[in-house]
Each structure stands twice: as structure tokens, then as C-alpha cells.
């Protein structure tokens, strides 16, 4: 376990309502991603941060915003959600005292997003 | 753009036998390759990462290996048994890019 936890575990909400899922980590890796997994997709980066303050955008960020003002916290924002981004959420850290994006990458337990 | 393809999606196999599981890639400029397990309802647990400059890596009854040249990484599963039982997922990261691209699994059913 590399002492990551993901808020909420389950969150069920309204189409156009925003929603922020949050990952904190207490191992100070330096890199901090979003995925979203569905059925037929695999595993898909929405953002990733390889900074306090410093953020890029992967695959799918449309519809996504994300903040990262301490090294333990990246949040993921979905400023009107849509029932496209029904999906299971998981927040990926990786680069331990300072080392790269490269570096073996630890998972969360998941947040389970459902839109109605 | 790097691709990444696992096959069979899925995979049944009983209890004792040694199996191989593949990873296929498109970009030869791949710099590693990690091997995750993802039980039912749970995260991604990391088994394997495999550097381009690296052959194989072993732990345990899991042996990993990366071919560059052919665009494929395997996982060697010894003496497999029920608790083995899981989806398993390859990513690659390419050069010059700090993001992994994954394949979509293929899950492993070990029958007693």
C-alpha cells in the first residue's frame, strides 16, 4: 500500500451538478495522475501533475479541471457532469524523492461516479 | 502514438499450469513496461516494471520480459493457482513521455 486514498469511495449525482473527487497521498511522490476506467476503454489519463501547480492534460481532459496546491493533494474537478462521465475514477502517483514520471506508478482504491 | 494490445481478453486456465500472458506495443521507443493485477472492484496493484534496458524481471512465481525489436512483453505465471485468479493489465511509457498507455487486460480465471 503506498498510502493513497481517494474521497468519496462512491458518489451518485445529477447531470449539470459539479463534482470534485480528491486524492491524497502521504508518501511525497512527486507525480500525481487521474484515470478513468470503462468497460471497453481500459484505463484512459484525464490529467496528470508533476508539481505543486504544475498540471498537463492526457487522453480525455475534456470536461475535467484539476489543482494541485500542496504535494499530498491532487483534485479532480468535473465542473457540469455529464452522463458520459459515469465511470470509476482512480488517482495514480508515481516519482518517490523526486525521481520521474517513469517510476513505478501506485494506485488508489477507486471512486466509483455515477451521473444521472 | 503508442498503442498497447493484450490477447486473449480472457483466459481459463487450471490450477498448477504455468501460463504466459501478452503485452503488445506499436512505438519501439518504448523506455519501460509495468505489469499490474486488478482485482474485482479494487485498484491497479503493481507487480512488474521492466526497463528498455532490461531483459526480464522476476519476482516470485512472475517472470516479465520486454523485446523492443519484436514489440512485446510477456508475463510468466509459475505453477498458477486460484488466488492468481485476476485481471491483468500491461502499460507502456515512450520515450519522451511520462504517461502510461494500457492495454485493456486480460482476465485470468485459475480453476481449482
Known amino acids: 500500500d503506498a498510502g493513497i486514498t481517494q474521497s468519496p469511495r462512491h458518489k451518485v449525482t445529477e447531470t449539470g451538478t459539479p463534482v470534485t473527487l480528491r486524492c491524497h497521498q502521504t508518501e511525497n511522490h512527486r507525480y500525481m495522475y487521474w484515470y478513468r476506467q470503462d468497460p471497453g476503454h481500459g484505463l484512459r489519463l484525464i490529467h496528470y501533475s508533476y508539481g505543486v501547480k504544475d498540471t498537463d492534460k492526457g487522453e480525455v481532459s475534456d470536461g475535467y479541471s484539476v489543482s494541485r496546491s500542496k504535494t499530498e493533494d491532487f483534485l479532480l474537478t468535473l465542473e457540469s457532469a455529464t452522463s458520459s462521465q459515469t465511470s470509476v475514477y482512480f488517482c495514480?502517483?508515481?516519482?518517490?524523492?523526486?525521481?520521474?514520471?517513469?517510476?513505478?506508478?501506485?494506485f488508489g482504491p477507486g471512486t466509483r461516479l455515477t451521473v444521472l | 502514438k503508442q498503442e498497447v494490445t493484450q490477447i486473449p481478453a480472457a483466459l481459463s486456465v487450471p490450477e498448477g499450469e504455468n501460463l504466459v500472458l501478452n503485452c503488445s506495443f506499436t512505438d519501439s521507443a518504448i523506455y519501460n513496461l509495468q505489469w499490474f493485477r486488478q482485482d474485482p472492484g479494487k485498484g491497479l496493484t503493481s507487480l512488474l516494471l521492466i526497463q528498455s534496458s532490461q531483459r526480464e524481471q522476476t519476482s516470485g512465481r512472475l517472470n516479465a520480459s520486454l523485446d523492443k525489436s519484436s514489440g512485446r512483453s510477456t508475463l510468466y505465471i509459475a505453477a498458477s493457482q486460484p488466488g492468481d485468479s485476476a485481471t491483468y493489465l500491461c502499460g507502456g511509457v515512450t520515450g519522451g513521455s511520462e504517461k502510461l498507455v494500457f492495454g485493456k487486460g486480460t482476465k485470468l480465471t485459475v480453476n481449482p
Open positions: 495514480a502517483i508515481s516519482g518517490l524523492a523526486g525521481g520521474g514520471g517513469t517510476d513505478t506508478q501506485y
